[in-house]
């Protein structure tokens, strides 16, 4: 009953292509109207809201510094959410990677308060980097091993992992004088440079920008990059040339979850400066949209992540400023999540207005 | 101890019901094919419409009808993306669920002008029965009696269930559907349109379990009143293979879960820890399942085939 063989991302075969362009941005533009759609039915003008919602992101340095902040966590989520895509492994357990790693880099930077910032900051990034990736090792041995489908496992040790930072937080790292949820500040030294006051912007998006050349290295420069890009692409090509497919399931699950523990680790960090229980709005989630959508392509990532980054740093201003909630983004990134998979060049009419067009 | 037993276990029935309405659909669209992670957005789209429907016509059958309504038609378009357009149905759900998450977090402040909870004037919530003899039953009694309709209703449709699959035409297309789609479409099985049936048959069970929260347990909707059911109902049905009977046991025993760790705030134990035991219990079920089948692989490549 229990699937083996991994999801593919886009079922069945190809019938029909839309053009190049209209593939990419038709997703896009669905998940937009749909919210214009929502926007227009409760009175409100879409355009309007829209307009706002890119200028609020969009139209200053502090504005463009909050965006790139908003930004941060979630091209780290892309980036760990890809790598195990790209090795055919179906990794939607990055959530789970992240809060571990937010925990354990918090942990590290308010248990040490007496070590150097150097020292410390490298002992966080190491411990969440350690957390993410032990959470992911379980899903990766039993899909390797037992041919346990990891979708299923992954999904779920992300409640786990939810509940887990929770009851720890909550019932033995709590902050003195606060009755619930936090945990104490990491220590002054533990925080990451701001990179413009006044903004959240922390050096973590220069991590995570480092991060991504390294993808871009691994997957088109290295030679275990184009072995694993085997694995995913045709494993049993792989297999005949000599790749040993369970060694690469396993490095690309364990660097997905490693990077996905460095994406709660510098938020913290970076951003919040303690763990705060349930602290992530799905980022993890986020990440695999940022994946499909720029199909796991180094700029593509990059761009999702920024769209996504603008979506919620421009929603939250406008939810300051004209009292529109900010959970309209999600339901853009939901339908756009829907529609990143759906081939909608199976609907014949619009294939057929698309070549006229 | 027998009391607090009983408490809990009487507590649990209607924590239990809309994980174990939820988790019978799911299990019908995973032998069909589809696995549904977006139980939890019809029951929170369900939990909704009841709320609304039931206090518009100040009846909550006609909440609970329209709920299962409702979860059936978002259950149909969910699977027309999937069997027509060929998305991805694990991350389909997850969009689905973000979806409606956001949905209403944006409609109850901008057009009911509440935050996160609302409970409109006129609901009436589903009626308790007491079922009259077994109702004097010691011990079981009160586990057992005194529930809302929507629980009897998901007790009940275990065994239908079952029926469904295993005992009608209907069912066993689906399973065939399930199990083997090119060699069911080859026998002539409308396999796409069965597919959406059963997706839309989950959307209403998912629907009437939403209900069963905003009538039957509390009297209102609010926006996180699903609180993770619906991937609760998940684990059931993935750990009960899909098959009815163990896919009720489980939903059974995370209700008492649930039950027990409301019992448990504030206490010695955290709920949170309580809480996890559905999802461990599902990765442990698929770890043990995995090495039995490996022990099995490896003992049939070992010993020779007979006549050999």
Known sequence: MIETAPAPLSGGPVRGRLPGALRLLAPFLIALGAGAVVLWATGRDAFAVYGQLADAALGGGTQIADTLAATTPILFTGIATALAFRAGAFNVGVEGSLYVGAFAAAWTGFSFPHLPGAPLLALAALLAALAGAAWALLPALARAWLDVSEVVTTLMLNYVAILLTSYLVNDHFLARGVANSMSPMIAPQARLPPLLPGSQLSAALLLGLLLLAGYWFLFSRSTLGFELRLVGLAPRLARASGVDLRR??????????????????????????????????????????????????????????????ILTSGGGMVQLVSSIPIDLVNVVQGTLMVFAVADLGRLGWLRRWAGRA | MPDAL??????????????????????????????????????????????????????????????????????????????RLGANEIVAGLGLNLAAVGLFGYLLPVVFGVSATLSPPGLVGLPLLRIPLLDAVPFLGPVLSGHDPLTYVSWMVVPLTWLLLYRTTWGVSLRATGADEEAARAAGIRTLLLRDLSTAWAGALAGLAGAQLSLGLVQLFNKQMTGGRGFIALAAFYFGDARPGLTALAALVFGVFEAASFRLQGGELAPQLVQMLPYLAVVASLLVVGARRRRLRRRRELTPEPGR
């Open chain 2, 6 to 83: 009983q408490a809990v276990l009487a507590a649990a029935a209607p924590a239990s019901a809309s994980i174990l309405l939820a988790a019978m659909g799911g299990a019908v669209n995973r032998q069909g094919g589809i696995v549904n992670v977006g139980l939890e957005a019809k029951m929170l789209v369900g939990a909704f419409v009841a709320v609304i429907c039931g206090a518009a016509t100040s009846s909550s059958a006609l909440g609970a009808l329209a709920a299962a309504a409702a979860g059936a038609l978002v259950g149909s378009a969910f699977s027309l993306v999937v069997t």
């Open chain 1, 248 to 309: 690469s399931l396993v490095i690309a699950m364990l660097a997905s979850g490693l990077v996905g523990g460095w994406a709660g680790g510098f938020q913290v960090l970076g951003v919040i400066h303690r763990f705060v229980d349930g602290f992530s709005p799905g980022y993890g989630f986020t990440g695999i949209a940022v994946a499909i959508l720029g199909r796991n392509h180094p700029l593509g990532i990059l761009a999702g992540a920024l769209f996504f980054g």
